[in-house]
């Protein structure tokens, strides 16, 4: 079946380390996304990406990075600089064009300690 | 400026009708969308609209007013299942900007 995944769904991780995000899917679509959510303030666009080995910063892009170095696979890496990254972390895909509905992964709930 | 509005919370009683309203201010206007969000869940598509007027699917309804820059979400026949969050959200007018514009969600409470 066709889908967008994302793992682990519940991560923990201590205070100064980088950790990683995966979100693969497998439905042939060229753009993808990251947003993270907070409680009372909606999704927040982190970083997507339209095409292959580019990417664009969205509107909370610090202490974050991505590489987009296959179609199917968009990583997400929470870094050290990231100064509150206790969050819900969701990934989403869809096909070129804006007017497209978008497809989300079950999340990553990330919690640093 | 590009913004969307909706309540913030709603209540309501499993069996009765309920309506979800977005208004959006965007420099030009390619339709928009209606997600649910179950907590600690992904947003799942509810439906999408770029012409004025109501479409139905089963128990959920969307309508669209471009010239008022308004949408709303019905639901009907309420269920328990039916507490989420719901999303609008606008794509992009024009160019290669792949970035949706969300609203916060407005919280449902169905209570029996």
């Known amino acids: 079946d066709g889908g967008i995944t994302q793992s682990p769904k519940y991560l923990f991780r201590k205070e100064g380390q980088n950790v990683t995000l995966s979100c693969e899917q497998n439905?042939?679509?060229?753009?993808m996304y990251w947003y993270r959510q907070d409680p009372g303030q909606g999704l927040r666009l982190i970083y997507y990406?339209?095409?292959?080995?580019?990417?664009q910063k969205g509107d909370i892009a610090e202490g974050y990075s991505v590489s987009r170095e296959k179609k199917e696979s968009f990583p997400l890496t929470v870094t050290s600089a990231q100064k509150n990254p206790t969050a819900f972390y969701l990934c989403?895909?869809?096909?070129?064009?804006?007017?497209?509905?978008?497809?989300f992964g079950q999340g990553t709930r990330l919690t640093v300690v | 400026g590009q913004n969307i509005d909706q309540p913030t919370e709603m209540t309501a009683t499993e069996g009765a009708i309920v309506q979800i309203n977005c208004t959006y201010q965007?420099?030009?206007?390619?339709?928009l969308f209606w997600y649910q969000q179950h907590a600690g869940e992904a947003p799942t598509f509810l439906s999408y609209n770029v012409l004025d007027g109501l479409e139905e699917k089963g128990r959920f309804s969307s309508f669209l007013s471009r010239s008022k820059g308004y949408s709303y979400l019905l639901l009907k026949e309420l269920q328990m299942k039916d507490s989420a969050s719901y999303l609008c959200a606008v794509p992009p007018w024009a160019g290669n900007n792949r970035k949706l514009i969300w609203g916060l969600g407005t919280s449902l409470a169905v209570n029996p």
């Open positions: 989403a895909s869809s096909w070129a064009g804006g007017a497209t509905e978008a497809f």
């Open positions: 990406s339209q095409i292959v080995n580019d990417f």
């Open positions: 439905l042939n679509h060229d753009a």
């Open positions: 965007t420099s030009g206007f390619n339709g």
